[in-house]
């Protein structure tokens, strides 16, 4: 990776941390992020408006770059349901080291769909990226009381959580393509305007008529959930027009490092050896992703 990438990539992580810890505090609901994604659409405006890119990049639009976005954009749906419905249904400690584990669907498809050619070092690194954040959970995890039979334990919360890590490395792949044909900018504003539709549709026929509740709730929430979901978002999509898409998902990870050391310095954790450990070997793995060809 290079040396900017990286940087984009650790700004993104650190904003994906924050904005995620705030949506599992919040435990908010899909119409949530409905409004998150109909006020993104007007985020980029004025950028379109000074930069002259707008109306011109939609006109220009190809039928594959619209084709690819489409796609993107209902597999990113899945990903955002899935994810809710996770966390709603399970613990933490079970949902998470499942839905981080993307990275190594995603070298998976890079490799099938767009041909990239990852290097040893690479593969070793995502590897321990991913074991490193499994370590990290297991200090928040109990195998006698999550197999208790008494607590009737679901599996519903693993499948959402494992639909989550394969929809997200497939997402991230089609993104690689999309912002090597189109200008990020641009692109990440079309995922805005899609998924607004999509999730709409999606909460319309829920019938809960929760939306208008949400807006007058959560108005404050919804806008810096906006600002710091496309913030980090771009990001990554400027980190894939440099690096490999497979080494910028599994740096994306570098946030559950700043979740690790946050909760042993900050919070004082008890399991704090547990988190060290894990902390020390997802950091090993970025690494040898930075060194990486």
């Known amino acids: 990776m290079t040396p900017l990438s990286i940087l984009l990539v650790l700004i993104s992580a650190f904003i994906h941390s924050s904005w995620n ?26 950028y379109f408006y000074f930069s002259g890119l707008f109306p011109s990049l939609l006109f220009q639009a190809s039928g594959k770059l619209w084709t690819l976005s489409i796609i993107s954009s209902l597999i990113q749906t899945f990903y955002l349901i899935s994810l809710i419905k996770a966390y709603q ?23 099938l769909l767009i041909g990239e050619v990852l290097s ?38 693993f499948l959402f959580a494992l639909i989550a890590a394969l929809t997200g490395s497939v997402y991230s792949v089609l993104d690689k ?28 026929f829920q019938k809960k008529n929760l939306l208008l509740k949400v807006w007058s709730e959560w108005k404050k929430e ?31 990870q570098a946030g559950a490092l700043l979740g690790a050391v946050m909760g042993v310095v900050l919070l004082k954790e008890s399991q704090w050896k547990i988190r060290i450990a894990g902390a020390m070997v997802l950091t090993l793995g970025l690494i040898l992703i930075g060194l990486a060809k």
Not at 190 to 201: A, N, S
């Open 21 to 46: 810890f705030f949506t599992k505090k919040g435990n908010w609901p899909i119409e949530f992020f409905f409004w998150v994604f109909l006020c993104g659409t007007f985020l980029y405006l004025p």
């Open 89 to 111: 249904m399970g613990e933490l400690s079970l949902v998470y080291p499942i839905s981080r584990s993307a990275p190594l669907f995603t070298q998976v498809w890079a490799v």
């Open 120 to 157: 040893i070092t690479g593969v070793v690194g995502i590897g321990l990226v991913v074991t490193g954040i499994f370590i990290i959970s297991m200090s928040d995890f109990s195998f006698s009381l999550h197999l208790d039979p008494s607590r009737n334990v679901s599996l519903q919360p």
């Open 177 to 204: 393509i999309c912002v090597q044909i189109t200008h990020p900018v641009f692109y990440c504003w079309l995922i805005d305007v899609l998924m607004c539709i999509e999730v709409g549709l999606y909460s319309l």
């Open 222 to 252: 919804i806008f810096l959930i906006t600002l710091l979901q496309n913030a980090s978002y771009l990001l990554v999509l400027m980190a894939m027009q440099m690096s490999k898409v497979s080494y910028v998902v599994a740096f994306r």
